[in-house]
C-alpha cells in the first residue's frame, strides 16, 4: 500500500519513458509498478486529448510534410508517438488496418524516410506499440496465473473466466464453487487486476466490473498487485487489497480451522 502523498509525487513525476529508470533508481521502487502507473497515466491523458488532436490532424501532416519526424511532433503535442503516426496516416487517407499492418512490419514500408520513422515511433512508444500490448497481455496473465496458484495452495475450486463464458452477462476472472473467508471477509467471487489502484482506476473497475459481480454473485474482492492508495475507498460488499493478497490466510467457510483466520506476518 502506498501513501496518497507518495503516489502523487510519482505520478506527476512520470511524464515521459525515460523517467521510469531514473524515478526508480532514485526512489527504489520497481521499474515495473512505474512502468504500470506511466501506462495508467497515459491513457488518461490520451484519453482526454484524443479528439481535440485528431481535429488538428492536418496540422500534423504539414509539420510532417515540412522535414518533422513523427516522433519529434508526438513530443511536441504531447501525445503517444505511435497513435501521432495513426493521426497523420489517417489523414493521408490510409486506414487503421493499413496502419497498423505498416506498424507492424516496417520493412513493409517502401519509402526509406517512413519506414525509418514508424520503426522509430514503435521502439519509442510503450504504451500503444505492438511490443507494448504485448507487455500488458502477459502482465495481466501473470496476476491471473498467481491468482490461481493462491487459490490452488489452499485447495479452493473455482471455475475461471473461460469456463462460464457465456453463462452469464459478466463473469469475474475466478468465480468460487463455495464462498470462503479471506482475512474475516466472506467472498464468492476474485478479479485480479495487474495495474495500480489508485481512485481513478479503482472507481472505473467499481462502476464498469466489480458492481456487476457483486449483484449477480455476492461479495467478492479484487486485488490490484502493483498496489494501491492508502485512502482507497472500500465500497460495500467489495474487498480491495494489494499483492498482500497471498499471505491471506483463505479459509473455506464451515471448517475445523474458521476460528484460526489471520494475515500471516501479524
Known sequence: MMKYSEYRSVYESLNDPTDIRHLAQKLSLDEELLTVIFTQKTVR??????????RDADRLVREWKSGRSILSISRKWRFPPILTGLMIFQELGFSKKQYWKYVKNPELIENGRTRKEIAEIARADIVYSPKASESQY????????????????????????????????????????????????????IESKAS????????????????????????????????????????????????SLVKHRCEK??????EEHKYYGH
Request: charged fraction near 35%; charge should be negative; aromatic fraction near 12%.
Open 196 to 243: 495500480f489502484g489508485d481512485s481513478i482506476e479503482v472507481k472505473k473497475n467499481i462502476r464498469n466490473q466489480l458492481i456487476p459481480y457483486n449483484e449477480l454473485f455476492g461479495s467478492g474482492l479484487v486485488v490490484y498487485w502493483f498496489g494501491i492508495v492508502d485512502d482507497v475507498e472500500q465500497p460495500e460488499g467489495i474487498m480491495i487489497v494489494d499483492s
Open 138 to 189: 502477459k502482465r495481466g496473465a501473470w496476476g491471473e496465473e498467481r491468482l490461481r496458484e493462491w487459490l490452488n495452495s489452499h485447495e479452493i475450486t473455482y471455475r475461471t473466466e473461460r469456463d462460464l463464458r457465456g453463462e452469464f452477462p459478466k463473469t469475474p476472472d475466478c468465480l468460487l464453487d463455495e464462498p470462503v473467508r479471506v482475512n474475516g471477509w466472506e467472498i464468492n467471487w
Open 253 to 258: 467457510i464451515g471448517s475445523e480451522n474458521e
Open 45 to 54: 491523458e490520451t484519453t482526454r486529448k484524443f479528439y481535440r488532436v485528431k
